[in-house]
């Protein structure tokens, strides 16, 4: 599912949603291999997202009505471009919101203040 050098599948697992819609945001339209050399690149090769993790994710992302899909024909092949929809980019700020909040929460967990009490 991931290929990743430093992390767990599990660590990585409910991640892939926020990964991909704020990649998209960034980057605008893109086609899923595009997606996994962008995140493969920006991750100095510590995050390796493989095609059966990928395109299960689009497509559920696309079925919520998060993408919209595109198909555009590259010579004899076909590619399928993904950019946010509108409810797309609304759920790229709650995504990430809530993502940096539970990296907050495990901070406290991981590296919690000492009380003077």
């Given at each position: 599912m991931y290929n990743c050098i430093m992390y767990s599948k599990q660590l990585l697992k409910g991640s892939l949603k926020t990964i991909i819609l704020t990649v998209l945001k960034e980057r605008?339209?893109?086609y899923g291999y595009?997606?996994?050399?962008?995140?493969?690149s920006i991750t100095?090769?510590?995050?390796?997202?493989?095609?059966?993790?990928?395109?299960?994710?689009l497509h559920k992302l696309e079925a919520e009505g998060f993408l919209?899909?595109?198909k555009e024909s590259i010579g004899r092949r076909?590619?399928?471009?993904?950019?946010?929809?509108?409810?797309?980019?609304?759920a790229v700020?709650?995504?990430?919101?809530?993502?940096?909040a539970f990296v907050q929460m495990m901070q406290l967990i991981l590296h919690p203040k000492t009380s003077k009490s």
């Open positions: 605008g339209r893109m595009e997606i996994t050399q962008h995140v493969k100095e090769e510590g995050l390796v997202l493989t095609e059966g993790a990928l395109y299960p994710a919209l899909a595109e076909v590619r399928k471009y993904y950019s946010l929809s509108e409810k797309g980019m609304e700020a709650e995504k990430v919101n809530e993502f940096d």
